[in-house]
C-alpha cells in the first residue's frame, strides 16, 4: 500500500533550520507531483511548497528565500529545507503526493511537528 512517512520534526529556536523528509512507498514516485503543506491550530492547511515531477518549484510567500524544497527520486525522497524559522512556522507539516493521469491518485503523510520557539 502507499506510505508517505515524514521525519525531521521537532523543536527549534527562532532563526534555527530542520529539514523535514518524506519517505514515499508503494507509488511510481517519480511520476508524482510532491509538496509539503502545513496546519497550525485553528487555522487551515496551507500549501508550503511544490516539486512537479519535472523538478519545477513554487513556494508560498511566507516560504520564498528560506524555504528550499528538493527530491531525490533514486531514493524515493523528498526534502524541505527550512532557515531562518520563525514562531509562525509552528505547524504540523505534512508531505503530498498528487497525479492526475486518468484519475486523480492523491496521498498525504500522517504529518510531523514542528516547534519554533521565541
Known amino acids: 500500500q502507499v506510505q508517505l512517512v515524514e521525519s525531521g520534526g521537532g523543536l527549534v529556536q527562532s532563526g534555527g533550520s530542520l529539514r523535514l523528509s518524506c519517505a514515499a512507498s508503494?507509488?511510481?514516485?517519480?511520476?508524482?507531483?510532491m509538496g509539503w503543506y502545513r496546519q497550525a491550530p485553528g487555522k487551515q492547511r496551507e500549501l508550503v511548497a511544490g516539486?512537479?515531477?519535472?523538478?519545477?518549484?513554487n513556494y508560498a510567500d511566507s516560504a520564498k528565500g528560506r524555504f528550499t524544497i528538493s527530491r531525490d527520486n533514486a531514493k524515493n525522497t523528498m526534502y524541505l529545507q527550512m532557515n531562518s524559522l520563525k514562531p509562525e512556522d509552528t505547524a504540523v507539516y505534512y508531505c503530498?503526493?498528487?497525479?492526475?493521469?486518468?484519475?486523480?491518485?492523491?496521498?498525504w503523510g500522517q504529518g510531523t511537528q514542528v516547534t519554533v520557539s521565541s
Open positions: 503530498n503526493a498528487v497525479r492526475r493521469y486518468l484519475a486523480e491518485f492523491n496521498y
Open positions: 508503494g507509488i511510481s514516485f517519480s511520476l508524482y507531483h
Open positions: 516539486i512537479t515531477s519535472d523538478g519545477g518549484t
